[in-house]
């Protein structure tokens, strides 16, 4: 009787399961969501939990509606095609890219201290989850206030999986609010504040902006195209989207970039100590290579 008023409990939670996914705008099913999180991973090496079942339903509504389909399987039917143009938007769609000018802020005087002990030679600096520019242009003004100058020795290259935030990087628009936290010197020095139709808004220098190259990169596929060495890489809160495999390989090849005396910034949730054989601690979530962790590489610099 025990096991089968369990069973009963089992059915009811399974149809509230159910019910769940399916009284929506579009049909949803936990099968749908499965097969989401399946493509993701594939492509783009992102781990997602239950947890995130309505987000990935709100976010691919959007894609839903614009493609004039009312269900969850017609829209994965399109991505059976592995050379469709919708899985640009799908992952789009699916990656997050919340940031800010100077997040976490306490990297920015190590990045100026790392910079001025190697002034004798051109730097080259990676962000490697770029978003919509706030890192990389915050890297270009702490090494243009390093140097003392708008063009001083150093190419940043930036990098990101979706092209949608890449596009409004290369812009380097913001809204006033965006740019709150940054002090009113750097504001002045750094941007170019709109008016009349542009109130409201302002625009990174052109200098600023000449500083950093933006394109797409897939952290999660094995063919970069970015060759090393860089002096420093900031890979700040995005390995914590990728499974602890994952992450291995992504620091490894992370590590085959890196100079000998390069420094990698990472996330303030983020744990290395999985990858102990690449890097050790210097600082707060501030690492260097150990010793020749790294494969070597061709590495090749480029202007």
């Known amino acids: 009787m025990l096991d089968a008023k369990k069973h009963s409990q089992g059915a009811v939670a399974n149809s509230h399961a159910s019910l769940a996914f399916g009284t929506r705008e579009f049909a949803y099913r936990h099968r749908d969501f499965e097969r989401v999180c399946g493509l993701i991973y594939e492509r783009a090496g992102i781990a997602l939990n239950e947890s995130k079942a309505e987000m990935v339903y709100s976010r691919l509504t959007k894609r839903l509606r614009a493609l004039a389909l009312d269900n969850f399987k017609s829209y994965l039917a399109v991505l059976d095609d592995p050379g469709h143009g919708e899985w640009e938007h799908f992952i789009n769609a699916l990656t997050t890219n919340q940031t800010d000018f100077f997040r976490e802020a306490h990297h920015f005087p190590t990045l100026t201290a ?3 002990a190697l002034a004798q030679r051109p730097l080259r600096l990676w962000s490697a989850a770029s978003s919509t ?3 990389p242009y915050s890297i270009a003004m702490t090494i243009c206030e390093a140097f003392g100058k708008l063009d001083p020795p150093a190419r940043i290259v930036a990098t990101d999986l979706d092209t949608g935030v890449l596009a409004k990087a290369k812009e380097g628009i913001y809204a006033t609010e965006r740019v ?3 002090a009113p010197e750097r504001l002045k020095r750094f941007f170019l504040k709109g008016s009349g139709v542009h109130d409201g808004v302002v625009k990174v220098r052109s200098e600023l902006r000449a500083l950093v190259e933006f394109q797409q990169l897939n952290l999660r596929t ?3 195209p970015l060759h090393g060495p860089f002096d420093a890489i ?3 809160n995005v390995l914590i989207y990728f499974d602890k495999p994952t992450q291995y390989q992504v620091l490894k090849r ?4 890196l100079t000998a005396d390069g420094l990698l910034f990472a996330g303030h949730s983020e744990s290395l100590l999985h990858a102990a054989d690449l890097f050790q601690p210097c600082g707060q979530t501030v690492y260097r290579r150990v ?3 790294a494969d070597k590489l061709a590495s090749v610099r480029h202007a």
């Open 114 to 116: 790392h910079a001025l």
């Open 133 to 135: 520019g706030e890192e």
């Open 180 to 182: 709150a936290g940054i």
């Open 222 to 224: 094995d063919d970069w």
């Open 234 to 236: 900031f890979c700040r």
């Open 254 to 257: 992370l590590a085959e970039r």
């Open 291 to 293: 010793g020749n962790a």
